[in-house]
T-cell receptor
Framework: DADVTQTPRNRITKTGKRIMLECSQT?????MYWYRQDPGLGLRLIYY???????NKGEISDGYSVSRQAQAKFSLSLESAIPNQTALYFC???????????FGSGTRLTVV | GENVEQHPSTLSVQEGDSAVIKCTYS??????FPWYKQELGKGPQLIID?????GEKKDQRIAVTLNKTAKHFSLHITETQPEDSAVYFC???????????FGSGTRLQVQP
């Protein structure tokens, strides 16, 4: 099994719909992150969490919310999806800022 | 603000040649610089990293060099092979920021 599992792998949804992307990990890491990947823009931080009670906004958090249900689970929600949220979304975990991340395989989201 | 610039955005080399990707960062106090490789349909994977107290690090055919004075770091891949074809991301850890900042990515294509 993968260390960091993201579901679904692909999703097409309509404008205005609520959608949740899920992430679970078996690494035992406290820190979890959600990044968005767009062509030419690299990976941009949406939200991050250092433990269940610690949730922080990243550089592009507008239109998104998160929930840290347990140390191993970190979900990203789009309350009302819009087409410019079409992107590849990655969850990642780490033990610290000066250590490498372990990424999931990503969720490709299309909003039509 | 803190940012990481990555060049080139695309790079095509012949098999066996060397490839170099360069990143510059904005904060001289940055202290951790990882490189990630993203293959098609997969999440980024850490391939090598360097900390600010080291000038160079090697791992078989890949190496990373850090020039703190000029605030840039580079990924060097020697004897390139078709399986090196991927998107490569650099990143930096900025003091006061609790997550990595990524460059915009370089698509490397190794021509057989």
């Amino acid at each position: 099994d993968a260390d960091v599992t993201q579901t679904p792998r692909n999703r097409i949804t309509k404008t205005g719909k609520r959608i949740m992307l899920e992430c679970s990990q078996t690494k035992g890491h406290d820190r979890m992150y959600w990044y968005r990947q767009d062509p030419g823009l690299g990976l941009r931080l949406i939200y991050y969490s250092f433990d269940v009670k610690d949730i922080n906004k990243g550089e592009i958090s507008d239109g998104y919310s998160v929930s840290r249900q347990a140390q191993a689970k970190f979900s990203l929600s789009l309350e009302s999806a819009i087409p410019n949220q079409t992107a590849l979304y990655f969850c990642a975990t780490s033990t610290g800022t000066r250590y490498g991340y372990t990424f999931g395989s990503g969720t490709r989201l299309t909003v039509v | 603000g803190e940012n990481v610039e990555q060049h080139p955005s695309t790079l095509s080399v012949q098999e066996g040649d060397s490839a170099v990707i360069k990143c510059t960062y904005s904060d001289s106090a940055s202290n951790y610089f990882p490189w990630y490789k993203q293959e098609l349909g997969k999440g980024p994977q850490l391939i090598i990293d360097i900390r600010s107290n080291v000038g160079e690090k090697k791992d078989q055919r890949i190496a990373v060099t850090l020039n703190k004075t000029a605030k840039h770091f580079s990924l060097h891949i020697t004897e390139t092979q078709p399986e090196d074809s991927a998107v490569y991301f650099c990143a930096a850890s900025f003091p006061g920021r609790r997550a990595l900042t990524f460059g915009s990515g370089t698509r490397l294509q190794v021509q057989p």
